[in-house]
């Protein structure tokens, strides 16, 4: 009988990621024991908890992992570096935010989940279960599952914890995707294309490990550093295509995960079906951890690879971030669905992600740990304005989202506010000096530059350009341009500020959000006795404005004094142990 | 009998995973194919750890085998779901896709 | 050394008075979560504060000349050095010479005016007045924060920050039709250019040898200074400096990308044109002097016969373009090409005296076209119709008397009358050009022709002859109008009548920015002249 | 030797394999016929019947006869049956029932007679023979799968679906219940299982883990009263109802030769396998667990276990199909757990040191406790919700079987009223009258009160 | 014999004859009698159902159960290799699974009071 050495394991390493499972846990009993009715609250307290421990436990692993440089569990089958941290402490937080905007239920008095994702749309059972009220509260569990494995997946030395981070990453995600209350044909096939093309990519990804384990003889990515450098050291190590393919796949795998091109096909309909803050949660968080992988990944093979496969490698870089970056915004600019010009943003992110991975240097992985944080917010908080402006009908019975362009026609009027924040968002994603984005745009292209590939900077200066144009037409649709229901807006326009008459502007100048007030359900649809289907924008109970608040703050925050978050991320740069 | 030949024969396998997931139209037999594409990978998993003789290898078939589980019952739940909607082609479905 | 931090005071007290005007009136009215306030109070409240607010700017700025030391002022002086993102080499860092001074003070100086004249603007409606003050406050502080700046980043970010507010004052608040297409082509523009920039900051930031220690690049890597010490390779001086000058020609609308020029001007309110075209776009040629010029010094020198020949073109192009215009405010948009014209062939002289006549300029040419902007604008608020078509009106002068002087003596000023301000600078631009590129020089004097030509008929068309039906028995200036003017006029005509104290400011930083470039100022062929004219 | 394994193959030669396994097949083909002449005998016998007694000594040829006329039937294809899948799964289910034999010790290392080749009487084993037999037994399921769906018809296929539902629910159960072994046992190898029995049989100190094996097997072989996939009364004959001829013979040889492979498991992982029941192999220092006597002993033992099966089927009636799968999900798993972590948690303080007297006495404290907790616990007033649709708020509503003009059962959740022939003396109590004024007429009511304090409410609900 | 699996081999290609043997003897022996209605699918003597194949509306219930099966089979899975190695993994081993099975018994309860298991 051979002797088996109980590893020891160092559960304090690990809290980050036991604190948002165990919380899941906790969460799948509270649906088993706790009645209905105090089901949401629970679980809201629950989730809320858990996210926020899992920062505080970031925080207080901090120091040890920083002046360690690591701290591993079981041979680097968890492993804490300051960029793993950092990762931890995005996603946590982004998580946070994502979770509030889930828990709103807005002045509509419904959350964005389907009552029972389960039923068949349509039938009498799914009224019925409408009408009884019911909710979707397994979807915090499933959210709190889905963040730890997005806080796993950068947090290991082992393809194979990866590989399963991943997974249970995307399951729940898959999930996620079908439980949306409106439009729940699109939400499942949402949800089918994710999990097809999402399983097909993890498929892709395994394979990848595998050769890689027939390579190195172990899936520990130091390990295959170390055999990469002496080739003599296992059977099949004088097979280096083995390798490469393998980490051809495994990077396919998560170039999937973060949405790049040619990977990105399923990105805008599963942006567009998910429940909307889903799509939020999903889109700021998956690609943050994705991002944390890539970098722990392909950073530390880079180590590895000679100097010609090193070339290749990063000549595959650059067409993958160029391609994604021009598929991102050439086809961003021609969308006329609010939810899929915002999902082809995303990975027009993705593409400027990439520009900062060519250096596999320190300078590109702190860029890209602020680039996700920055969008990151910037998403979050997009999502979040996108469930508040809704579609009402001729009885102003509040509908599902009004995700048509046309229908946010003069956001600006209705609800001042919440477009300013909208507005930001956008300046923050062109990357408009004084917001996140900026700063995070600069880091990612220095870190380009640093690395010698000023053409892909460049490149990237111009699609921003273009990108630029399609916010910016978001924002002249929002601010400039007036509402659709103006024929029924300028008759009490009139009365509301009858004096400007007298100065021959037009009509639609004086319609201001004093009449289509952002709050006010009722009295809007009150004093709208306009038989016609429009949009309204309905209050936030609550969540889902802290949320906003706390992403204006942060973008803003981020975008005028950086400097702080920017020297811990300084420090949370190293990115192997 | 040569190892490589497993080796040769999970690559097969899994290229018709691969293509049954890229070319059929039917989820379920999409779905297969991705099942195939996993459990080629676990016949090259096994393959090599006999090659390098660990046990590695195994373990990770293991793994590999629980998430393919999880992978089956998420995925299951979801085509029975699109499934049971789209076959219920009642006049409702129309007018959910428009709210 | 302790003293008042004026420079940090004058960015950032529009920003106070902005918050200021925009809570005005917040909470009365209906009491409605998330509605905006109501709009049922009087807009004097938010006037009020937004004026006041402009004053103690004012004040604050009076503070700051008594702090200045003309004696030096081609130095930076009220300098502040804070760490801001060390991260990335940025710092706080501002300061001015004495360009920087001026145009700050062309900056605070405007801004009340500006107010002044809006003061029915927004159609009356009291929110979007409110909201346009504190826009325009919001500005100010970028504006003064972009002239002060010491550090590139800094300065880029300010740069494209007063995009935003601008963007807005064009498409929020103008009131042509085509507002939003100017807006956006505007923004488009300007951060196209912008972005471009941002690709030369980035290089040069990288190009701050790493401290060997620390293994990062220095946390001040960014100030002027540390980038001005830098040796560039050429290939790479040229690439930066063609990013950096084409953003700053964008801005300075310069022949070729001057497009977006008349279309703002045409549809912005007058207040707005003048914030933009006589404060704003001199960042345009302000960062060609402050940072083309001494950061990429043989890359200018290498570029100066090409920017020379762009420079005369839009002097030309400019004037002639003027002249066919039939809308009053694209008009002195196209106007403004030309003289922005002047301004950079001036810069590239690289003659002391052409680039203190080109930094005299830029001052001289803010207060002449606002004060155009300005009292077209007057005009227009009579006209019925608020038509800006030159050919509704006619004389105007006749039924307002006040007006019509008044432009006719901003007219004269664009069109440089000796004894009005942009007469000096721009004789000091044509010498300087004629002692470095005389072929220039000649080729750009019809233009002076040009202007008389545009501004005459301008004024004989809106202002002699009969009177337009429409425009019968409109008022005059009003007292608060007549404020607005009496102030322009005075300092059109102080700049032009005592020009020295002025020139003290811009001599100085002129002399520097030659040495930096590494010319020397040719002979002075007519230099005399110049100081017959103090 | 294989490692991992007690048994020693080194002798046999791939003939030897092909031998034995001819024999094995031929073992399981007689067997079936005596299977079911076996089961029929019994039935009849319990059932004051004579069997069959025509063919042959005893009836004994019958079943032979039957499996001739199956051969000589008309083989019939459903039109609208899925050709090719139709054809296989009686295929599948045949073969894969088949090859469970393989691992199955029937004895040691035997010398053939006027040889002196030795060799054990098993076809071959490995570390993982447990695996395989599941293995075996859960792709024999898509036998019955692909032959109800592919009938194309409504009874198999819901026969089918049924039989798969039933049989993944209870291997989970009977898997669980394996572990036990293995923890005991030390590996899967089904000979190094037979090994490690040879002081004290598993199905002693696992009697919890062989009591699920038995309950589930009997599920996992559609066995009466489990035999839901083709209950007569409700789905005509299950999933092979659209089948004839040899390919329903299949189907039928691979539902005996099931029972014949489950209770050799049994035989093999908790009665000790090949090895002589205790009183015997205390003879002559256990020579009755050697030579070709084993063979005696297992078969011995697999019949036994085939007679159990016959029993149960001649004694229970079947189970409603919810009542089924509720047992199988709510009860065995749950307890298989539960009897897997106390096994474990016992095992490993053994491992510690812990003695078994220690152990033991632990176990009669803890007992106590929970017995004292149990007695101490105030007892819990029914939820309403316990109450179906018939009942009022407070559950004391009563069951109306009339209401609609003719007699419906009840619903779940609703009860009868009392039967008349119960005789009650005296209406529903008043709440705070003493129950026991029932009086002593021997009703239900009395035994429940003599035994347990009812409380009002609960009598009320009853 | 140096593979065990040999024998495996050998006893599922007798089976596979057998049962392909048989199939065909009778296909073979047996006679045919063409009759339309004897080639009908069975159900009591009314036409039959049309779709029972091809996605007949079987209950959720049964895909529950399909679902709920491959969870808990591979915890069995796991559970294998570690009853086998129990006496070396010990109070380590113990411990793990432990967590593992606690783990696993949160969703079974969660489904157990979500209904899952009830048939009714």
């Not at chain 1, 898959?174 to 949402?190: D, F, G, I, K, P």
């Not at chain 2, 998430?67 to 049971?84: D, K, M, N, Q, S």
């Amino acid at each position: 009988m051979n002797e088996f050495d109980a590893p020891q394991i160092d559960w304090a390493v690990l809290s980050p990621v036991l604190v948002v499972l165990a919380a899941g846990v906790v969460g799948v009993l509270v649906e088993a024991f706790v009645p209905a009715r105090a089901r949401r609250t629970t679980q809201l307290v629950v989730t809320l908890a858990a996210l926020a421990g899992t920062v505080v436990a970031v925080a207080l692993q901090w120091d040890r992992v920083a002046t360690d440089g690591y701290a591993a569990v079981v041979d680097g089958t968890f492993l804490l570096t300051p960029f793993t941290l950092g990762i931890q402490a995005v996603v946590a937080v982004l998580a946070f935010l994502g979770v509030l905007v889930v828990a709103d239920r807005t002045g509509a008095g419904e959350d964005s989940f389907a009552p029972t994702a389960a039923a068949v749309p349509g039938t009498a059972y799914e009224d019925a279960a409408r009408e009884a009220g019911l909710q979707q509260t397994e979807i915090y569990p499933l959210m709190l599952f889905a963040t730890g494995g997005m806080l796993l997946f950068p947090a290991t030395d082992n393809l194979i914890v990866l590989f399963i981070a991943l997974e249970m990453m995307s399951l729940p995600l898959y999930v996620l995707c079908a439980t949306a209350r409106r439009r729940r044909l699109l939400s499942q096939e949402a949800a089918f294309k994710y999990f097809v093309l999402g399983s097909f990519a993890s498929a892709l990804m395994l394979f990848g490990i595998a050769l890689v384990y027939g390579f190195a003889a172990s899936v520990s990515l130091e390990t295959v550093v170390y055999v990469l450098q002496h080739p003599d050291s296992t059977v099949l190590a004088d097979m280096p295509g083995l390798v490469i393919t393998g980490a051809l796949l495994v990077t396919v795998g998560l170039l999937f995960k973060i949405g790049a091109a040619p990977f990105h096909t399923w990105t805008p309909d599963v942006y567009q079906g998910a429940p909307t803050p889903v799509t939020g949660f999903m889109a700021a968080c998956v690609k943050a951890a994705a991002a944390g992988a890539l970098v722990r990944v392909v950073f530390t093979l880079a180590a590895g690879l000679d100097e010609q496969l090193r070339a290749d490698l990063v000549t595959g870089l650059w067409v993958v971030a160029i391609l994604t970056m021009v598929v991102g915004t050439v086809a961003g600019a021609v969308q006329t669905d609010v939810k899929r010009m915002l999902a082809y943003s995303s990975i027009a992110h993705a593409g400027f992600l990439l520009v900062a991975t060519v250096g596999f240097s320190a300078t590109g992985s702190r860029a890209i740990l602020f680039y996700v944080l920055a969008y990151g917010l910037a998403t979050v908080g997009a999502f979040a304005v996108v469930t508040l402006v809704r579609e009402r009908d001729a009885d102003g019975n509040v509908l599902g989202e009004a995700t048509h362009l046309t229908q946010w026609a003069g956001l600006a009027r209705r609800a001042p506010l919440l477009a300013a924040a909208f507005c930001l968002f956008l300046l923050s994603m062109a990357g408009i000096p004084l917001t996140a984005g900026f700063i995070a745009k600069f880091s990612v292209f220095s870190a380009a530059v640093d690395a010698g590939a000023w053409p892909l900077a460049v490149i990237g200066v111009l699609a921003s350009v273009v990108a630029v144009f399609f916010y910016v037409r978001l924002i002249v649709l929002m601010v400039l341009t007036p509402p659709l229901e103006d024929a029924g807006d300028a008759v009490h326009a009139g009365d509301a500020a009858g004096a400007s008459a007298a100065t021959g502007r037009a009509s639609d100048e004086s319609a201001d959000g004093d009449a289509a007030g952002g709050g006010a359900r009722t009295l809007t649809a009150a004093r709208r006795a306009v038989t016609q289907v429009g949009v309204v924008v309905v209050a936030s109970r609550g969540p889902a404005a802290v949320a906003i608040a706390l992403c204006v703050l942060g973008v803003v925050a981020l975008g005028v004094v950086p400097g702080p978050v920017l020297d811990w991320m300084t420090q949370a740069a190293d990115f192997r142990p | 009998m040569e190892l490589t030949h497993y080796l040769y024969l999970a690559s097969i396998l899994f290229a018709l995973g691969a293509t049954t997931v890229l070319l059929r139209r039917n989820a379920i037999v999409v779905f297969m194919g991705v099942e195939l594409m996993l459990n080629a990978t676990n016949l090259a998993l096994v393959t090599f750890a006999r090659m390098h003789g660990d046990v590695t290898g195994q373990v990770l078939a293991f793994f590999v085998m629980v998430v393919a589980a999880a992978e089956v019952v998420v995925g299951l739940a979801i085509i029975v779901t699109i499934f049971r909607a789209r076959r219920s082609a009642s006049v409702d479905d129309v007018n959910l896709l428009k709210s | 050394m302790v003293t008042f931090p004026w420079l940090t005071a004058l960015a950032a007290w529009p920003l106070v008075a902005a918050l200021a005007t925009a809570l005005t009136g917040v909470g009365r009215g209906r009491p409605v979560a998330g509605v905006t306030g109501g709009g049922r109070f009087s807009a004097g409240t938010a006037r009020t504060v937004a004026l006041v607010g402009a004053l103690v700017e004012v004040g604050l700025l009076v503070g700051a000349f008594l702090a200045f030391d003309t004696a030096t002022a081609g130095t930076h002086q009220l300098t502040e050095t804070h760490a801001w993102i060390p991260a990335l080499g940025a710092s706080y860092a501002v300061g001015v010479d004495g360009v920087g001074l001026l145009l700050v003070a062309l900056s605070v100086g405007l801004v009340p005016l500006v107010i002044l004249a809006a003061w029915h603007e927004q159609g009356g409606d009291a929110v979007r007045l409110r909201r346009y003050l504190a826009t325009v406050l919001v500005l100010l502080s970028f504006m003064v924060l972009v002239f002060a700046a010491r550090d590139v980043f800094l300065f880029y970010v300010v740069f494209e920050a007063m995009l935003i507010p601008a963007y807005f004052l064009i498409g929020g608040f103008g009131q042509g039709a085509q507002r939003r297409y100017a807006a956006v082509k505007f923004l488009m523009f300007s951060l196209g250019g912008g972005l471009v920039m941002l690709a030369a900051v980035v290089s040069l930031y990288l190009q701050v040898p790493v401290d060997a220690a620390t293994g990062t690049r220095p946390p001040d890597a960014f100030l002027t200074d540390t980038l001005t010490g830098l040796t560039l390779d050429p290939t790479a001086e040229r690439l930066m400096f063609g990013a950096f000058f084409l953003a700053f020609a964008i801005k300075a609308p310069m022949f070729g990308v001057h497009t977006w020029l008349p279309d703002v001007t045409q549809n912005a309110t007058p207040g707005t044109s003048t914030l933009l075209i006589c404060v704003l776009d001199k960042v345009g040629t302000f960062g060609m002097l402050t940072l083309c010029l001494p950061l990429f010094p043989d890359a200018s020198r290498w570029a100066a016969p090409f920017v020379v020949v762009l420079a005369v073109i839009s002097i030309l192009y400019g004037a002639i373009l003027a002249i066919g215009q039939t809308d009053v405010l694209r008009l002195i948009g196209y106007t403004s090409v030309s003289h922005f014209g002047f301004i950079i062939l001036g810069i590239f002289t690289f003659t002391s005296l052409g680039i203190s006549g080109s930094s005299f300029m830029m001052l001289n040419h803010g207060v002449s076209t606002g004060a155009l902007f300005l009292l077209a604008g007057f005009a227009i608020a009579r006209h019925p119709r608020r038509s800006q078509e030159i050919g509704d009106y006619g004389g105007l002068r006749t039924v307002a008397p006040v007006l019509g002087g008044t432009f006719l003596v901003a007219g004269l000023s664009a069109l440089a009358l000796p004894g009005l301000s942009t007469f000096v600078s721009e004789v000091m631009v044509f010498l300087g050009a004629y002692g470095r590129w005389p072929a220039a020089a000649l080729v750009a004097v019809p233009a002076v022709v040009l202007a008389a030509v545009y501004v005459l008929l301008t004024y004989q068309r809106m202002f002699t002859g009969a009177v337009g039906a429409e425009i019968a028995g409109v008022p005059d200036l009003g007292r608060r109008e007549k404020v607005v003017a009496g102030v322009l006029v005075t300092a059109l005509v102080a700049l032009g009548l005592v020009p020295g104290p002025a020139l003290d400011y811009v001599r100085e930083p002129a002399t520097v920015s030659v040495e930096t470039v590494g010319a020397t100022d040719p002979q002075p062929v007519l230099g005399a002249a110049e100081g017959s004219q103090q | 030797m294989i490692p991992g394994v007690d048994a020693d193959f080194s002798n046999d030669t791939i003939w030897v394999s092909i031998v034995k396994a001819v024999l094995i097949v031929v073992f399981l083909l007689t067997s079936v016929l005596f299977a079911i002449w076996f089961e029929r005998k019994v039935v009849a016998r319990m059932q004051l019947r004579p069997g069959p007694n025509w063919h042959g000594p005893f009836g004994l040829l019958q079943s032979l006869a039957d499996a001739m006329k199956l051969l000589l039937k008309e083989d019939v294809t459903v039109t609208r049956a899925d050709k090719m899948v139709y054809l296989l799964a009686p295929m599948i289910s045949v073969f894969c029932s088949l090859l469970v034999y393989a691992v199955i010790p029937f004895g040691p290392s035997v010398t053939i007679p006027f040889t002196d080749f030795t060799t054990p009487l098993q076809l071959t084993d490995f570390p993982v023979a447990v695996l395989y037999i599941l293995a075996c037994a859960s792709i024999g399921v898509y036998g019955i799968v692909l032959g109800g769906w592919s009938s194309g018809s409504t009874y198999p296929l819901l026969g089918s679906v049924r039989s798969t539902a039933q049989v993944i629910s209870y291997e989970l159960a009977m898997g669980l219940s394996l572990v036990s072994v293995f923890v005991m046992a030390g590996s899967m190898s089904t000979s190094s299982i037979v090994a490690s029995q040879a002081g004290l049989w598993w199905f002693v100190p696992l009697a919890p883990a062989f009591v699920i094996f038995l309950i589930s097997m009997v599920g996992e072989t559609n066995r009466l009263p489990f035999d839901l996939p083709e209950a007569e009364g409700e789905l005509v004959s299950g999933y092979m109802t659209e089948y004839s001829s040899m390919k329903f013979a299949w189907f039928f040889l691979a539902e005996y030769i099931a029972m014949l492979n489950v209770s050799a498991v049994a035989t093999t992982l908790f009665l000790g396998g090949w090895r002589a029941p205790w009183p015997l192999s205390l003879i002559g220092d256990g020579v009755l667990n050697t030579g070709w006597w084993p063979l005696l002993w297992f078969l011995a033992k697999v019949w036994l276990l085939m007679f159990v099966f016959v029993w149960i089927r001649g004694t229970l009636l079947r189970l409603r199909y919810d009542q089924f799968m509720v047992f199988g999900w709510k009860v065995l798993i749950p307890f298989a757990l539960g009897w897997l972590v106390v096994l474990a948690t016992f095992q490993w303080l053994g491992l510690a040191g812990v003695t078994r007297t220690q152990m033991i006495v632990a176990i009669l404290v803890a007992l106590a406790v929970v017995l004292l907790t149990l007695w101490l616990w105030p007892a819990r007033t029914r939820p309403d919700d316990d109450a179906g649709p018939g009942a009022g708020h407070d559950g004391t509503a009563t069951f109306d079987a009339f209401a609609d003009g003719f007699p419906v059962p009840p619903l779940p959740g609703q009860s009868l009223p009392p039967s008349p022939r119960a005789r009650r003396s005296v209406p529903p109590a008043e709440p705070g009258t003493e129950p026991a004024g029932t009086g002593a007429t021997g009703t239900t009511t009395t035994t429940a009160t003599a035994t347990s304090p009812v409380r009002p409410e609960d009598e009320e609900t009853r | 014999m140096s593979n065990p699996y040999v024998p495996v081999l050998v006893l599922m290609g007798i089976a596979a004859v057998l049962a392909l043997g048989g199939v065909a003897a009778s296909a073979v022996i047996g006679p045919r009698r063409y009759n339309r209605a004897k080639l009908d699918a069975y159900e009591c003597g009314i036409e039959p159902t049309p779709h029972a194949t091809g996605g007949g509306r079987l209950p959720v219930k049964y895909y529950l159960v399909a679902m709920t099966f491959i969870v808990f089979d591979i915890e069995v899975v796991f559970l294998y290799p570690w009853a086998v190695d129990f006496t070396v993994l010990a109070g380590f081993g113990l411990a793990a699974m432990l967590i593992f099975l606690a783990l696993i018994t949160v969703p079974f309860v969660y489904e157990w009071r979500r209904g899952g298991f009830d048939w009714v």
